[in-house]
């Protein structure tokens, strides 16, 4: 069963798998988006406190479990303790929720990349040029289903042919791109006021629903309690350095977010004022403000815009491939179907599963479950909600009923366990506290 699950050859191999996994749509689009809606250097600071404690411990917590049972999600958390295969199986519908939606925006990037290549990029920085888009009932989906299809067809073909090596050089020269149009969108007139909204944290817009949001972030944006890492962690070899593995992650991870928010808040307040409207603009941010951007540095802004979103594209594969190799691998195990089967099954089923996400700016836009459209609802239910509690019970079978030490031993097999205690203290106690009541005042807020 092992060998038909992608394997990842030696270190950097998990190095770059589970920073590929990571690093997305979720640094690129939705990192951003919160950043500016939540009021910038708050969430931000937020954010940055979350992935040294959080999102060091849980990370360091479930790529030890994997790599301690070999196994993936569901089998590894029965195989430590009968009792806890819920969890598996509870993690496991997260990715089953997030997959389709992450095609739905992969699809606006074909979308993007493919206006810009036909040399309309001009157009795409006209206002209402996105919500005219999303708003159409066929053209997303033929998007989409471009989208789903390259990404089936990578899984299918295995993720070392290839996949693997173009990651470990696409990935940097997303990050050196990246990098390019933060310093271009902070020199723009007016962006200064915007650099200083995302990077100075203003305390008075602090609630409850700033450390949720940057709670979910982290564990979407860090692949985390969702079983991937445990996957991926049962791919790492025995003397591999874990916890530095896992801090070289987040730090990649880290800085391709906080480079994304620098080449788009700061943008947002050159192009439209950064009055309250134009930071809210949820998920189409990314969409509506890198095309001003892109058409303000003329011709070469436009070639650029077409060569970033390619990258972006890659990005967003290398992580939905992640999202369905997961799926991919439960169906697998659980029913013994054929690769080919399962690929096509789970290719079908997303499809479907997207369709409602991907109408919900256009046909279906009157169903608005808690205020939210249907892609932001499901993006919601995941992130806010069932993540939260797959972390919560995560800290609770790691600190509680299989105890640290298990991890730690798992740890400390390649090298000293240097943040030791920082672990125990954030995996035992402020970890379960802080979601609890986190999740609790959230749900509250939104309800009422
Ligand atoms: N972490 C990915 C991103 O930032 C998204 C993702 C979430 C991938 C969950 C796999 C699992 O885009």
């Not at 134009?278 to 070469?300: E, S, Y």
């Amino acid at each position: 069963m092992e060998q038909k699950r992608g394997k990842f050859s030696g270190k950097i191999g998990f190095i770059f798998a589970a920073a590929g996994s990571a690093v997305g749509l979720g640094n690129i689009w939705r990192f951003p988006y919160l950043a500016a809606k939540y009021g910038g250097g708050i969430f931000l600071l937020v954010y940055l406190i979350l992935v040294v404690t959080f999102g060091f411990a849980l990370m360091v917590a479930e790529v030890a479990i994997g790599r301690k049972t070999q196994l993936s999600a569901v089998g590894a958390f029965g195989k430590l303790n009968q009792k806890f295969s819920f969890l598996g199986y509870l993690a496991s519908v997260v990715p089953m929720i997030i997959f389709p939606y992450y095609c739905v925006i992969g699809g606006w990037v074909v979308k993007y990349l493919s206006v810009y290549v036909s040399g309309q990029g001009l157009a795409a920085a006209q206002d209402g040029f996105f919500e005219g888009f999303i708003g159409k009932p066929v053209e997303p989906i033929l998007f989409l289903a471009v989208y789903v299809g390259i990404t089936a067809l990578i899984v299918f073909l295995g993720v070392q042919n290839g996949v693997e090596k173009a990651s470990k050089i696409m990935m940097p020269v997303l990050a050196v791109l990246a990098l390019g149009v933060a310093v271009y969108s902070v020199t723009r007139p007016g962006a200064l006021d915007g650099v200083k909204y995302y990077l100075i944290p203003d305390f008075s817009r602090f609630s409850p629903m700033t450390v949720l949001a940057a709670m979910g972030q982290l564990f979407y944006s860090m692949s985390l309690a969702m079983g991937i890492m445990v996957t991926y962690g049962s791919y790492m070899k025995k003397e591999d350095d874990l916890e530095k593995s896992v801090k070289q992650i987040e730090l990649f991870d880290t800085g391709m977010a906080f480079v994304a928010g620098m080449m788009i808040v700061p943008a947002v307040f050159a192009f439209s004022g950064g009055d309250e409207a134009a930071l809210n603009k949820g998920a189409g941010l990314m969409f509506v403000t890198l095309p001003k951007v892109f058409a303000d540095a003329g011709t070469l802004g436009l070639i650029f815009g077409g060569v970033f979103f390619v990258l972006v594209l890659f990005a967003a594969l290398t992580s939905s491939v992640s999202l369905m190799e997961t799926v991919v691998s439960i169906f697998q195990d659980k029913f013994h179907w054929s690769r080919k089967f399962t690929c096509t099954l789970v290719m079908v089923g997303c499809l479907l599963l997207a369709l409602p996400s991907s109408l919900g700016y256009g046909l279906l836009s009157w169903i608005a479950p808690l205020g939210f459209s249907l892609l932001d609802f499901f993006d919601f239910i995941s992130n806010s909600v069932l993540m939260p509690i797959v972390a919560f019970l995560t800290c609770i079978f790691v600190g509680y009923i299989v105890k640290t030490k298990a991890v730690e031993d798992e740890v400390k097999l390649s090298s000293p366990f240097k943040r030791e205690k920082l672990f125990t203290v954030v995996i035992k106690y402020l970890a379960p506290v802080c979601i609890v009541l986190i999740l609790v005042t959230s749900v509250l807020d939104a309800l009422g």
